[in-house]
């Protein structure tokens, strides 16, 4: 197993964790991403993860379960998909055309899913009241990425609101949900 797919799943199982443990009447608890509740954290990378990561590697996309009436088992049934892809070293490999350059299946996953799926984690565990603590390791890797970004173009995509101020002295995780837009 690569270290890509290794890293995808240390991350993924921590979202699934938060996920697992989101209690029934937590799903429409407000997130901290304006205009979403819980069941959106879980909705957005559903509704983008599929095309984009296994589409590209011409892999059929799983029936996934509606988020709205289950939202674990849309996400289990993703995750384990988009971890089948990594786990086979042909497919993984695969190449596909991005806007920013050309990309194996891989690396995209790894730079822009297992990103998103840590940032997503607080997001969820925020809003329902989980364990926000998320992998320093993970944690430090995904800040210094965002930080090598032009910070024009990053806001610009929609993606991340505004920087939010923190001491000079904060640890790693609050400097990172902070410099996505979020306030720690």
Not at 32 to 55: N, S
Not at 156 to 167: A, K, T
């Amino acid at each position: 197993m690569s270290e890509i797919a290794q890293r995808y799943r240390k991350v993924a199982d921590g979202f699934t964790q938060r996920v697992r443990a989101v209690p029934k009447d937590g799903w429409d608890a407000p997130a901290p991403c304006e205009g979403w509740v819980a069941r959106d954290v879980v909705r957005h990378m559903v509704e983008w993860m599929p095309g984009f990561f296994l589409g590209n590697a011409d892999v059929a996309v799983p029936e996934i379960p509606s988020v709205d009436t289950d939202p674990a088992g849309a996400w289990e049934v993703l995750s384990t998909a988009i971890q089948g892809v990594l786990d086979d070293a042909d497919t993984a490999s695969r190449e596909f055309e991005m806007r920013v350059g050309r990309y194996s299946v891989e690396r995209a996953v790894d730079r822009f899913g297992t990103d998103d799926i840590l940032i997503h984690t607080w997001d969820l565990a925020r809003a329902t009241g989980l364990d926000e603590t998320l992998d320093t390791d993970e944690v430090r890797v995904v800040l210094g990425r965002l930080q090598e970004v032009d910070e024009e173009l990053l806001r610009g995509s929609g993606q991340f609101g505004p920087r939010v101020d923190v001491p000079e002295d904060a640890d790693d995780q609050t400097k990172l949900i902070a410099y996505t837009g979020r306030r720690p």
